[in-house]
């Protein structure tokens, strides 16, 4: 992919692929490889890294359930995203893996937009639910494939709210920013950090620390590109009865769940019951996120 790494540095080989993904971060002029382990650690990642089939069969058995599990989450992720990017009314808005639209929706009435948002999604059968909302208007590819492409580039504002962690080859889209992104765009990122607060019973804390993008490599890499990028970390709040935690856990409703069988999610309510929730009928949970906001500035006295 054209990395170059420092002269002695030893290199790597790998069947999976997932080596430029997840082991290289920017330093100075040049990469490298951050791993002395690297092959235990691309063995090991290699295992639970979910593949773009795996991903669509995760998110078409929970389509249904999908909204309503995401439902606060949401309310909370459109606050962010309102109080982070100031939009215009005319803007042409991509929100890449927006799924069913429905945070899509609440952005385009929010942001009061006159234009309606580009959801962008591989999932069919999300899609289907997502040209049912106001403000939508849907194309079924990956992130890969739009961002591959210099005549997709002429949005103002560029989405990825909680899905960066699905793209197999993010550090290619960032060249890609950083050589066809115009003057005064907007890329926003929102993706969670491997330490969650999340209530995830044992089992499944392993499976989501493996799943999330790696924030520092990312941000590294954006800078040594050129591009400004903003950094800032966010808390969402939300407020429920631990039944419907547990029910958002039965219906897998984030995808490094569906590494788990239907057993391993009983156990696993059945350990959190015991230990956190035995004298709770409702709960407060803090669902940390990053926020990533991602410019390429304009020239002096450019008109762009």
């Not at 080989?13 to 082991?23: F, Q, W, Y």
């Not at 989450?73 to 042409?92: A, S």
């Not at 490599?217 to 969402?236: F, N, Q, W």
Request: charged residues 25%; proline residues 4%; contains cysteine.
């Amino acid at each position: 992919k054209g990395f170059i790494l420092q002269p002695g540095t030893p290199t790597v080989s790998t069947s999976n692929g997932n080596c430029k993904a997840i082991l290289l971060v920017g330093k100075s002029d040049h990469w490298y490889c951050n791993s002395s382990t690297i092959h235990d650690e691309m063995d090991e990642i290699g295992k639970h890294t979910l593949t773009l089939g795996k991903t669509l069969e995760c998110y078409r058995a929970t389509t249904n359930a999908y909204d309503e599990a995401y439902s606060q989450t949401h309310e909370e992720m459109v606050k962010i995203v309102l109080g982070k990017i100031q939009f215009g009314e005319n803007d042409f808005v991509v929100d890449i893996g927006g799924g069913t639209g429905s945070l899509t929706q609440a952005i385009y009435r929010g942001a009061r937009l006159k234009r309606n948002i580009l959801c962008v999604d591989p999932c069919e059968s999300m899609l289907t639910l997502a040209i049912q909302n106001d403000g939508v208007t849907s194309l079924k590819s990956t992130a890969e494939e739009f961002f591959s492409h210099k005549e997709n580039y002429a949005f103002d504002k560029a989405l990825m709210l909680s899905c960066i962690h699905h793209f197999s080859d993010p550090f290619t889209i960032f060249k890609k920013w950083a050589e066809w992104l115009r003057p005064g765009s907007t890329c926003f990122i929102l993706t969670r950090p491997p330490n969650t607060t999340l209530p995830f019973f044992r089992k499944a804390i392993p499976f989501f620390e493996k799943s999330v993008a790696d924030v520092p490599a990312m941000v590294d890499c954006l800078r040594h590109l050129g591009l400004k990028v903003e950094v800032s970390e966010e808390g969402m709040v939300l407020k429920m009865s631990k039944h419907r935690w547990y029910s958002m856990l039965r219906v897998r409703y984030m995808s490094h769940l569906h590494n788990l069988t239907d057993q391993d999610i009983e156990e696993g309510i059945a350990e959190l019951e015991r230990e956190k929730f035995f004298d709770k009928l409702n709960i407060t949970i803090v669902d940390n996120i990053t926020a990533i906001t991602v410019r390429k500035e304009k020239l002096p006295f450019s008109n762009e």
